[in-house]
């Protein structure tokens, strides 16, 4: 067994279908080191204020199966300057904290790296919705988010279809298209519409009134909430400039896409890349972000993964405009 420790679990920024999986792994794997485990509330918050809860193995019992993070999530402003960082560390120092496993996405890697440069031995767990952290080829919560989108596709185009309407659905993703390429594609959507590609509004009125006109019964469109025209702004478009064929309705998915019971692919990665990181940890290799790369647990160094943003592969695109014949 490897010599007594204090973990902290933290989990921050937004949150993403199979955190809580993460937790429970994490946990798990440092109890059966016979380490202690705690989890900060309310993200780097709860290291700025000291305000750690114990977690035990029956702590994480059941919540494996559900969205969202049972510590709490925030983007604690106080903990981008460096005073908050250096707070953070003396705290933990004081209750004798001797590693975190910092889940999240790319902001919450910036803090994870800030931590393990303030000396704290930190690993990073790859957590989001947007799937644009480099050192992940999947992170956890894009399974479950794109499976929510799929549904609102198959539902739109239930009731798209008896109406004769086009729909453009927004989904999230922040800068990044890959949720809207990724739900296009594997939705059958008519268009999709990615920050990544310039957008020329009355081009995409002629995709969708040439869908129309090929007999389609419904035109859905995926908008990445990115992109530079949002869905209000192009179904403006549509229905005050261009006659698309089809009557105009806008979806916006939102937060609905982060709040769901995660999948089995979420729960497994969460499981995998939680147990990684205390092993990681076990063996000294810390200062890293442990991610999916190649269908492999892999290790990134966090100075290599925070601030950057990994650049979506556009190679569907080609396959979602054929799909849509
Ligand atoms: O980063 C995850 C994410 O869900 C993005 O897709 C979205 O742009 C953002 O968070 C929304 O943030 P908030 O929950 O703070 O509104």
Same mark, same amino acid.
């Given at each position: 067994?490897?010599?007594?420790?204090?973990?902290?679990?933290?989990?921050?920024?937004?949150?993403?279908?199979?955190?809580?999986?993460?937790?429970?792994?994490?946990? %798990?794997?440092?109890?059966?080191?016979?380490?202690?485990?705690?989890?900060?509330?309310?993200?780097?918050?709860?290291?700025?204020?000291?305000?750690?809860?114990?977690?035990?193995?029956?702590?994480?019992?059941?919540?494996?199966?559900?969205?969202?993070?049972?510590?709490?999530?925030?983007?604690?402003?106080?903990?981008?300057?460096?005073?908050?960082?250096?707070?953070?560390?003396?705290?933990?120092?004081?209750?004798?904290?001797?590693?975190?496993?910092?889940?999240?996405?790319?902001?919450?890697?910036?803090?994870? *790296?800030?931590?393990?440069?303030?000396?704290?031995?930190?690993?990073?767990?790859?957590?989001?919705?947007?799937?644009?952290?480099?050192?992940? !080829?999947?992170?956890?919560?894009?399974?479950?988010?794109?499976?929510?989108?799929?549904?609102?596709?198959?539902?739109?185009?239930?009731?798209?279809?008896?109406?004769?309407?086009?729909?453009?659905?927004?989904?999230?993703? %922040?800068?990044?298209? *890959?949720?809207?390429?990724?739900?296009?594609?594997?939705?059958?959507?008519?268009?999709?519409?990615?920050?990544?590609?310039?957008?020329?509004? !009355?081009?995409?009125?002629?995709?969708?009134?040439?869908? *129309?006109?090929?007999?389609?019964?419904?035109?859905?469109?995926?908008?990445?909430?990115?992109?530079?025209?949002?869905?209000?702004?192009?179904?403006? /478009?549509?229905?005050?400039?261009?006659?698309?064929?089809? !009557?105009?309705?806008?979806?916006?998915?939102?937060?609905?896409?982060?709040?769901?019971?995660?999948? *089995?692919? !979420?729960?497994?990665?969460?499981?995998?890349?939680?147990?990684?990181?205390?092993? /990681?940890?076990?063996?000294?290799? /810390?200062?890293?972000?442990?991610?999916?790369?190649?269908?492999?647990?892999?290790?990134?160094?966090?100075?290599?993964?925070?601030?950057?943003?990994?650049?979506?592969?556009?190679?569907?695109?080609?396959?979602?405009?054929?799909?849509?014949?």
């Amino acid at each position: 067994m490897s010599p007594a420790k204090k973990i902290v679990v933290v989990t921050s920024g937004g949150d993403a279908p199979g955190m809580n999986a993460a937790i429970r792994a994490v946990t %798990r794997a440092a109890c059966s080191r016979g380490w202690e485990a705690f989890g900060s509330r309310h993200g780097f918050e709860g290291l700025i204020k000291g305000d750690l809860r114990p977690l035990g193995p029956r702590e994480v019992g059941g919540i494996m199966q559900t969205g969202g993070t049972i510590l709490g999530s925030a983007r604690s402003k106080r903990f981008k300057e460096a005073e908050g960082q250096l707070e953070a560390v003396a705290q933990l120092e004081r209750l004798g904290v001797s590693a975190a496993v910092v889940i999240g996405g790319n902001g919450s890697q910036q803090g994870a *790296y800030a931590l393990s440069r303030a000396g704290l031995p930190t690993v990073g767990v790859a957590s989001t919705i947007d799937n644009d952290l480099v050192g992940s !080829d999947v992170t956890i919560g894009v399974d479950t988010a794109l499976n929510v989108a799929l549904e609102a596709i198959d539902r739109l185009k239930s009731t798209g279809s008896s109406l004769g309407r086009a729909f453009l659905l927004e989904v999230m993703g %922040r800068d990044c298209g *890959y949720l809207a390429l990724m739900a296009a594609v594997a939705g059958g959507a008519e268009a999709v519409v990615i920050p990544e590609v310039e957008t020329d509004p !009355d081009k995409l009125a002629a995709e969708i009134r040439a869908a *129309y006109e090929r007999g389609k019964p419904h035109g859905i469109v995926v908008v990445a909430e990115g992109s530079r025209y949002n869905a209000a702004s192009l179904a403006h /478009h549509f229905t005050e400039h261009k006659e698309v064929g089809f !009557d105009v309705r806008v979806t916006i998915l939102g937060h609905v896409q982060r709040g769901a019971r995660p999948t *089995y692919a !979420d729960r497994m990665l969460a499981t995998r890349l939680g147990a990684a990181a205390v092993d /990681h940890l076990g063996t000294g290799r /810390h200062g890293v972000l442990v991610g999916m790369l190649r269908g492999e647990v892999a290790a990134t160094p966090l100075a290599e993964v925070a601030g950057k943003t990994k650049p979506l592969d556009l190679a569907l695109l080609e396959l979602a405009g054929m799909m849509a014949l």
